[in-house]
């Protein structure tokens, strides 16, 4: 959208977000007293760690991916609580001594074929999903970074219109206006699980130039009305 960005107070903006890379945020007392005459985005959004995510699906949607790995009998992943981190694995239950800086979830199936898994990228404006993101990576490399593909999904045909709402209500409670999700739908029992929450997005990955270009135009579009109007 051509605009610049500054973390300068004392020069001249339009518009604020508060950007911060951590899983938890400190309150930033400038944003704090600012918000009182200008919205801030994601002022509020200050925490993103997997068990508070976790707590907050649950409160929206009925059930969730946390499971007590010292009664629990089967497989299960293990996780770091901070975001990013790229570090789970698939354990075997149950377990003895658990450590409390990780989190044990549900083994979700979101295979998209023998060889992969699909997640489900959701960027999301004030509770609009405009677009969507079907990341795949090789099964044997379901929590790293990489990805073998991405393509453009279109949110009708991924979400029901309660799955939607639920997605909005969801971030509401996170005090989420702006961020992506990493969202997964188990192919055994057809529900979606959001797993990660991202308030510092910095937009579609691997996506061909001409995909890539059109969810640009799509986003810039959408934050551009949620915000800058």
């Not at 919205?39 to 200050?46: D, E, P, R």
């Given at each position: 959208?051509?605009?610049?960005?500054?973390?300068?107070?004392?020069?001249?903006?339009d518009?604020?977000?508060?950007?911060?890379?951590?899983?938890?945020?400190k309150?930033?007392?400038?944003?704090?007293?600012?918000?009182?005459?200008?919205?801030?985005?994601?002022?509020?959004?200050?925490?993103i760690?997997?068990?508070?995510?976790?707590?907050?699906?649950?409160?929206?949607?009925?059930?969730?991916?946390?499971?007590?790995?010292?009664t629990?009998?089967?497989?299960?992943?293990?996780?770091?609580?901070?975001?990013?981190?790229?570090?789970?694995?698939?354990?075997?239950?149950?377990?003895?001594?658990?450590?409390?800086?990780?989190?044990?979830?549900?083994?979700?199936?979101?295979?998209?074929?023998?060889?992969?898994?699909?997640?489900?990228?959701?960027?999301?404006?004030?509770?609009?999903?405009?677009?969507v993101?079907?990341?795949?990576?090789?099964?044997?490399?379901?929590?790293?970074?990489?990805?073998?593909?991405?393509?453009?999904?279109?949110?009708d045909?991924?979400?029901?219109?309660?799955?939607?709402?639920?997605?909005?209500?969801?971030?509401?409670?996170?005090n989420?206006?702006?961020?992506?999700?990493?969202?997964?739908?188990?192919?055994?029992?057809?529900k979606?699980?959001?797993?990660?929450?991202?308030?510092?997005?910095?937009?579609?990955?691997?996506?061909?130039?001409?995909?890539?270009?059109?969810?640009?135009?799509?986003?810039?579009r959408?934050?551009k009305k949620?915000?800058?109007?």
């Open positions: 959208m051509d605009y610049n960005r500054t973390n300068n107070p004392v020069l001249k903006y518009y604020v977000i508060n950007w911060q890379h951590a899983t938890f945020r309150e930033i007392p400038f944003l704090e007293e600012l918000h009182k005459k200008q919205f801030v985005i994601n002022l509020k959004c200050n925490d760690s997997k068990k508070y995510v976790d707590s907050v699906f649950k409160s929206v949607f009925g059930y969730c991916t946390e499971i007590d790995p010292v629990y009998k089967g497989y299960c992943v293990k996780k770091n609580n901070i975001n990013a981190m790229h570090d789970g694995k698939i354990i075997e239950c149950p377990v003895r001594n658990p450590d409390k800086n990780y989190i044990y979830q549900k083994l979700i199936n979101n295979t998209y074929d023998d060889t992969q898994v699909q997640d489900i990228r959701t960027p999301v404006i004030k509770g609009n999903i405009p677009v993101y079907l990341k795949r990576r090789p099964v044997e490399g379901r929590f790293a970074r990489e990805k073998t593909s991405s393509r453009i999904g279109n949110p045909e991924i979400y029901s219109d309660e799955e939607r709402n639920k997605i909005k209500n969801f971030c509401e409670k996170m989420l206006e702006y961020g992506d999700m990493d969202i997964l739908r188990d192919n055994d029992d057809g979606i699980y959001i797993i990660d929450v991202n308030n510092t997005p910095h937009g579609p990955e691997q996506l061909s130039k001409k995909e890539k270009k059109y969810a640009l135009e799509t986003l810039a959408e934050f949620a915000f800058m109007t």
